[in-house]
């Protein structure tokens, strides 16, 4: 099954704000997906490897943590829609990526350490009460930001090396002329800087080898 079938058959006439998400089989999988995890090392949900969430405009690796099933994609259907195939299996290897390289993994215990080192700010410091709360726990927030935008640009690269590096710098071209992230996020850097990075280091690699 193609990315124009998955489209037919799970998003054609449904409306924008249809908030119920689709479990799709292995059958209902874009040809390749299965061959793509299995070359990157990703053992996906045997039942449900895909999740398509019609109104939502994002992509996100599900691990399986303890949500009852093994690891899925979410893919938003307002997504699906803006990009092309050779994009959308872009997308897949980036969120593949993160499955691969234990993202959840770094987060959450970067998280745990920026907590208490947070904490240890705050009893350092000297001043109002409130005042010490508030720079404490900004430790956290802009580590847990950090995190995120580091696991980012890995996802990026790591994908790079399965599908080619054209291909991501093709699909992350793709989302930034769509105007999907122009502005930095608390989890994501904009399109366009991760654009700038891969293409980078891609001249790079081209340089020294």
């Known amino acids: 099954m193609t990315w124009q079938d998955i489209i037919k ?7 924008s704000d249809t908030h119920e998400t689709v479990v799709l089989p292995p059958s209902h999988l874009p040809e390749g997906l299965s061959a793509l995890a ?11 490897p895909m999740e ?44 593949l990526a993160h499955l691969k390289c ?4 770094l987060l959450l215990l970067g998280s745990m350490l920026a907590t208490l080192a947070g ?12 005042v010490r709360l508030v720079l404490g726990g900004l430790v956290p ?8 935008w580091v696991a980012e640009y890995e996802a990026d690269r790591v994908a790079a090396q399965y599908v ?17 992230r122009r502005h930095a996020e608390f989890t994501h850097p904009p399109d366009v800087r991760r654009l700038k990075r ?3 280091t891609r001249l790079r690699i081209r340089r020294d080898s």
């Open 9 to 15: 058959l799970h998003l054609a006439g449904s409306h």
């Open 38 to 48: 299995e070359r990157m090392g990703v053992i996906l949900d045997a039942d449900g």
């Open 52 to 95: 398509l969430a019609p109104s939502w405009l994002g992509a996100r690796a599900l691990p399986s943590l303890l949500a009852g099933h093994g690891n899925r994609i979410r893919l938003g259907g307002v997504l699906a829609r803006r990009l092309s195939p050779a994009a959308l299996d872009a997308v897949m290897a980036h969120e």
């Open 102 to 105: 234990r993202h959840w993994e």
């Open 119 to 130: 904490m240890a700010v705050g009893l350092a410091l000297e001043g109002p009460m409130a």
């Open 141 to 148: 927030l802009l580590a847990a930001a950090g995190l995120s």
């Open 164 to 180: 080619g590096y054209d291909a991501v710098v093709a699909m992350l071209g793709e989302l930034r002329d769509s105007g999907f």
């Open 198 to 200: 891969l293409i980078a």
